[in-house]
Every structure is written in C-alpha cells, then in structure tokens.
C-alpha cells in the first residue's frame, strides 16, 4: 500500500507528515513524499531546500520506513503535481492538510486540497490544520 504525502516546511507540514507517517506504518507500504511549488520557486515559501527535504527522508528512514523523496521546483499546480504523482505511483491513500479559508479566499484561489480530494485516483485523507499550526 503506496502512501503519498504533500509536503511543505513548518509545523502544519510536519502535522500532516506525522498522519502520513502513522497511515504508513499501520498499512506497512512505502511512504511518497511531494514537495512541489509552483513557478518563481526561488520566493516561494513552500519549496523546500534541498538539506532539509534530504533530512526529513532520513528521518524517515531512520523511523524504519522505505520513503522516497520527490520534489518539482516548476509545477503549474499543487494539486495537478499531487494527482499524477498519486497515478504515477499507484498510490493507495494521498494525505494532504486542510484549513479552514474564508469566502474570499475560497473564490481567489482554487483549494489544493478540494481539488486532491476531487480528482485524485486513490482514497484521501485530508489532516485539519488549525489556525495556530
């Protein structure tokens, strides 16, 4: 049972993470890790630096998981990087964060998150993530 992840830095990245981590475990599959931002990925907070995306894979693998890292620096969306990398891989469960947005936000910007939960090819388990993650 292949798990993959969307990941990002910080502490509600690590909240989902650990959800994916213990899915992983429970299940006893492999663990896909995606970091992916869009274009301009040198000022975009999501991307994550190499050292550290190599860091959070030992950690892993430390944890006694088999894990794999991917990261795409140049994506045209999140939520598209996630979907195929979920078919790419056969995924059985993708786990993604979800926070609360308000109207506004719901109509500027498209959700990641809906949209994973929409068109991915597999089950997805969306992680809350609080306003203080």
Known sequence: MTILVGYMPGDAGERVLAGAVREAQTRGGPLVVVNSS???AYA????V???E???????????GLEVEVRQY???VAVAETLVDE???VSADLVVVGLRRRSRT??????????TVLLRAPCDV????ILADD
């Not at 936000?105 to 809906?114: D, N």
């Open 105 to 114: 936000g719901k109509f500027l910007l498209g959700s990641t998150a809906q």
């Open 86 to 88: 979920a078919e790419r």
């Open 38 to 40: 869009t274009g301009g």
């Open 73 to 75: 620096a140049e994506a």
């Open 53 to 63: 995306l190599e860091a959070v894979r030992q950690r892993l693998a430390d944890q």
């Open 125 to 128: 388990l969306a992680i809350r």
């Open 49 to 51: 630096p190499a050292a």
């Open 44 to 47: 975009d907070r999501g991307l």
